[in-house]
């Protein structure tokens, strides 16, 4: 597993629950907003992690080594009580089964923040009951998909991913990064219609205020209040629970 960081107690992103936040390095999209470059980068063009990082995650200080996670987690026990898997693209990983496998046998809820572009992945770590809970990113509506993500998309597998989700059993979230100049008011219902009667769609604000994987949305205005309002009242018509954040 190719750990880019370890944030070690966290009460929002896990909800109810006292967690410590693992970051993956890697992602296969490119989303002109996201606000951990950092971690996004190290793929190449096939969206695959670069053969290079495994093994400098052995001698880069900057990456966080198992070992020193587990041991992190095992002293943690009486005092944290889940692990946020998030990145980056997490299911980009192919040991994410055994990493979330190790995570469990501590004890830990274990949360999985995913883009929803690897269905079988997804599948298989919820059939061995390997995460308790999971929270997917809805980015765009289907002809929006690929300009928001920066990169092209199958957009079928991110239906099946949403299928998956909400046929777990498992409490789940759907959530959608509200960007002026690449989402619209009009969008939410086209959005909407692809999750529809989902449990929970939280829309998010756009925040530029930190380094971003494309530098031209540094410092753009977020949607306003009484605007995220709005699209929060044309959400709720689609889902039990749509709140903005």
Known sequence: MVIGGLQKFSL???????AAIVFTLGCNFRCHFCYNPMLVRPVNKAGRLKDSLLGKQQKDHTLVKEDGLFDFLA???NK?????ITGGEPTLQPDLPEFTRKIKNLGYLVKLDTNGTNP???KKLIKRKLIDYVA???KAPKDKYEKVAGTRVDFKKIEKSVRIIRESGLPYEFRTTMVPG???KEDIEKIGRI??????????KFKSDTDLVDEGFQGLSPFKDRE????????ERYVKRCEDR
């Not at 929002?12 to 006292?18: E, F, T």
């Not at 999750?195 to 998010?204: C, E, S, V």
């Not at 995220?228 to 959400?235: A, F, R, T, W, Y």
């Open 136 to 138: 997917m990113d809805i």
């Open 182 to 184: 690449l989402l619209e």
């Open 75 to 77: 002293k943690r026990k």
């Open 12 to 18: 929002l992103d896990y909800p109810g629950k006292m």
């Open 228 to 235: 995220m309002e709005e699209m929060v009242g044309i959400g």
């Open 195 to 204: 999750i529809k009667g989902a449990d929970n769609w939280f829309l998010q």
């Open 120 to 122: 079988e992945m997804l």
């Open 80 to 84: 944290l009580e889940a692990v946020v």
